[in-house]
């Protein structure tokens, strides 16, 4: 089991900028892939991005590319997550998780991820 511990969420303006951070202990984090999600009030839970344990394997949704950028320091045992430009739709819980599995794939889907933190709040203004 991996325990995740996200950080860097707050109020920003629209067009700011914010970094996420994703402290992780346990199991052999730099060996799965670790991804981001976000969930809005009244909305599901989405996939943001996704690194594989070797960085070499990055997938975003569209909604984010080119604004987020997703990295990680395994030596730190950790994640990052740098949102430029950011929007109010950007608004929401965000989430780290790792991958169940050990592997160099990425996933969209949160049944691939077996362990969360407990999230980090993103408020944009407009």
């Known amino acids: 089991q991996v325990q995740l511990v996200e950080s860097g969420g707050g109020l920003v303006q629209a067009g700011g900028s914010l970094r996420l951070s994703c402290a992780a202990s346990g199991r052999t984090f730099s060996s799965v892939t670790v991804a981001w999600f976000r969930q809005a009030p009244g909305k599901e839970r989405e996939f943001v991005a996704a690194i594989s344990w070797n960085g070499y394997n990055i997938v975003y949704t569209d909604s984010v590319k080119g604004r987020f950028t997703i990295s990680r320091d395994n030596a730190k045992n950790t994640v990052y997550l740098q949102m430029n430009s950011l929007v109010p739709e950007d608004t929401a819980v965000y989430y780290c998780?790792?991958?169940?599995?050990?592997?160099?794939?990425?996933?969209?889907?949160?049944?691939?991820?077996?362990?969360w933190g407990q999230g980090t709040q993103v408020t944009v203004s407009s």
């Open positions: 998780a790792a991958a169940r599995y050990y592997g160099n794939t990425v996933y969209r889907t949160d049944r691939m991820y077996a362990d």
